[in-house]
């Protein structure tokens, strides 16, 4: 068979729609961006999305665009500050410290279920924020006795349902 043009450009198609749909997978895998905010006289502060829907395996990078605060994200768990467990057991705990503007932060979660975690310098101020991993457990965190004690009102509040991170994907800070 003698290669003409023509069948060296349909090949080289070929081989590009296939690496097409390739890099269009790894994009979809890339990770989930939560945006840390913040008002330019610091009365609000919030992340953005405040709920979202990922993958097991998925990555969540969290990024400071607030240029007048410094941020955390950290799950609420016993090993941070002996806060109430209100992430799957067995699961890794997460503290990114406090990140200047423009400074991220990722974890990957392999377990599903519900995680929460919070701002520590802003948690009173209801800077907190929920993932739903895959289908959640039906016998989480969430009906153990003490998960919701001892946080801020206000922080309890900011809770998205995961009903609604369920059936939206994520939820905006409105």
């Given at each position: 068979?003698?290669?003409?043009?023509?069948?060296?450009?349909?090949?080289?198609?070929?081989?590009?729609?296939?690496?097409?749909?390739?890099?269009?997978?790894?994009?979809?895998?890339?990770?989930?961006?939560?945006?840390?905010?913040?008002?330019?006289?610091?009365?609000?502060v919030?992340?953005?999305?405040?709920?979202?829907?990922?993958?097991?395996?998925?990555?969540?990078?969290?990024?400071?665009?607030?240029?007048?605060?410094?941020?955390?994200?950290?799950?609420?768990?016993?090993?941070?500050?002996?806060?109430?467990?209100?992430?799957?057991?067995?699961?890794?705990?997460?503290?990114?410290?406090l990140?200047?503007?423009?400074?991220?932060?990722s974890?990957?979660?392999?377990?599903?279920?519900?995680?929460?975690?919070?701002?520590?310098?802003?948690e009173?101020?209801?800077?907190?924020?929920?993932?739903?991993v895959?289908?959640?457990?039906?016998?989480?965190?969430?009906?153990?006795?003490?998960?919701?004690?001892?946080?801020?009102?206000?922080?309890?509040?900011?809770?998205?349902?995961?009903?609604?991170i369920?059936?939206k994907?994520?939820?905006r800070?409105?």
């Open positions: 068979m003698i290669l003409t043009r023509r069948r060296f450009l349909a090949a080289g198609g070929g081989c590009a729609a296939i690496l097409g749909l390739h890099l269009a997978g790894a994009r979809a895998d890339a990770p989930v961006e939560i945006v840390m905010q913040g008002r330019a006289d610091g009365s609000h919030w992340f953005d999305p405040v709920g979202i829907l990922v993958k097991p395996g998925q990555t969540i990078r969290w990024i400071n665009r607030d240029p007048g605060n410094s941020h955390s994200t950290t799950a609420y768990s016993p090993e941070n500050f002996d806060r109430p467990l209100r992430m799957p057991k067995g699961s890794r705990a997460w503290n990114s410290d990140l200047l503007p423009g400074q991220t932060f974890v990957t979660f392999t377990e599903k279920g519900v995680y929460d975690y919070y701002c520590i310098p802003h009173h101020a209801g800077m907190v924020g929920r993932i739903v895959g289908e959640p457990e039906p016998h989480g965190w969430m009906e153990l006795a003490g998960a919701n004690g001892e946080l801020p009102g206000k922080a309890l509040q900011a809770f998205p349902s995961v009903e609604d369920m059936r994907g994520a939820v800070r409105a």
